[in-house]
Nanobody
Framework: QLQLVESGGGLVQPGGSLRLSCAAS????????IGWFRQAPGKEREGVSC???????DYADSVKGRFTISRDSAKNTVYLLMISLKSEDTAVYYC?????????????????????WGQGTQVTVSS
């Protein structure tokens, strides 16, 4: 079964840090661009960060300098390290896998570029 599973969410105070994990089963993450997205209550889902098959990373302006995406090929896992968290980072965070073989271009921060999604993990930033 092809599956993505996020973990690592939780409650953290403003200024704190969390590391989210996106683990895959049934397929190899290295073959895909992996994106992190988030959706806050009442808001549309937005792209946060992505990492391509060659390791190129991109970030939304709102998280640049605070979030870092990385791969661990041996663990078939992609991470999102989040520091200096703010209340506006509160959302359900999703990881997704996409391929240029499906889209015709290298996926970026748009959710329609991805076709495999995890179930999400809640991140709450509050004092």
């Amino acid at each position: 079964q092809l599956q993505l599973v996020e973990s690592g969410g939780g409650l953290v105070q403003p200024g704190g840090s969390l590391r989210l994990s996106c683990a895959a089963s049934g397929f190899t993450l290295d073959h895909y661009t992996i994106g992190w997205f988030r959706q806050a209550p009442g808001k549309e889902r937005e792209g946060v960060s992505c990492i391509t098959t060659d390791g190129t990373a991109d970030y939304a302006d709102s998280v640049k300098g605070r979030f870092t995406i990385s791969r661990d090929s041996a663990k078939n896992t992609v991470y999102l390290l989040m520091i200096s968290l703010k209340s506006e980072d509160t959302a359900v965070y999703y990881c997704a896998a996409g391929s240029e073989y499906n889209t015709g271009w290298v996926p970026g921060l748009r959710d329609y570029e991805y076709d495999r999604w995890g179930q999400g993990t809640q991140v709450t930033v509050s004092s």
